[in-house]
Every structure is written in structure tokens, then in C-alpha cells.
């Protein structure tokens, strides 16, 4: 008689276990999808003509594609002064923090500390 109880159990446990699993990954998707699609619309929103940016009816696959955008925006030599100011200064915040880590490294590598302070327990 137990074994009848514990097999039926165990089938219901398994039912109970997928479903479980089901809505989670559910759930899962749903928030992926909340997540991404800000990004999507923006990408799909660029490459729309200027007819098909102004509709009533959101379009959520636009045909016609057009790069027409992208050719305005980089033609504009004040579009890419931000992007060349950014890239210059990216590049020198990651000289100068590599030469400062570098001289830390040496330290580390070179020198013995006594760290027992770092392993003491309470």
C-alpha cells in the first residue's frame, strides 16, 4: 500500500516540478523581453524612413529599410566631435590607469608584505 501512495507521489511530484519550471522559465522570458525591446525599437526606429517614423500605427518590421539616418547624422561634422572627444578620453584614462596598477603590480610582485592581519578570524 505505501508504495502505490509514494509512486503516485512521485508522479505528482514530477507534474508539479514541470509545471513549476514552465512558469519560471515564463517568467523568465517575459522579463527578457520587457528588457530588450526598448533596444529593438530603437534600432527598428532608425532604419524607418521619416514617412514611416510619423504613422499613427506603430510598425514594428519596417519595409522599406532605409540607412538614410545614419548617412545625415555622419555626414554632420558636429556629430562626431562628441564620439572623437569621448574615444580620446577613454584612451587616456586607460594609460593612465594601467601605469598607475603597473606600479602597484611591481610592488606586489617584487616586494614580501606581511598580510597576517588579512587572515586573522575573530
Do not use: E
Not at 518590421?61 to 538614410?68: D, E, G, H, I, V
Not at 610592488?107 to 588579512?118: D, E, G, Q, V, W
Amino acid at each position: 500500500m505505501k508504495s502505490i501512495f509514494s509512486s503516485v507521489f512521485l508522479k505528482f511530484q514530477k507534474k508539479k516540478d514541470k509545471l513549476n519550471i514552465f512558469f519560471s522559465h515564463l517568467v523568465v522570458i517575459t522579463i527578457i523581453l520587457f528588457a530588450v525591446f526598448p533596444f529593438y525599437w530603437i534600432i527598428v526606429c532608425t532604419l524607418k524612413s521619416q514617412k514611416q517614423l510619423y504613422t499613427r500605427t506603430p510598425n514594428f518590421f519596417p519595409w522599406p529599410l532605409t540607412l538614410n539616418h545614419y548617412l545625415i547624422a555622419l555626414k554632420n561634422p558636429r556629430f562626431m566631435l562628441p564620439f572623437r572627444n569621448s574615444f580620446l578620453i577613454a584612451i587616456l584614462a586607460s594609460i593612465v590607469v594601467v601605469l598607475i596598477a603597473s606600479f602597484g603590480a611591481y610592488s606586489l610582485a617584487r616586494y614580501k608584505y606581511n598580510l597576517t592581519f588579512a587572515n586573522r578570524k575573530n
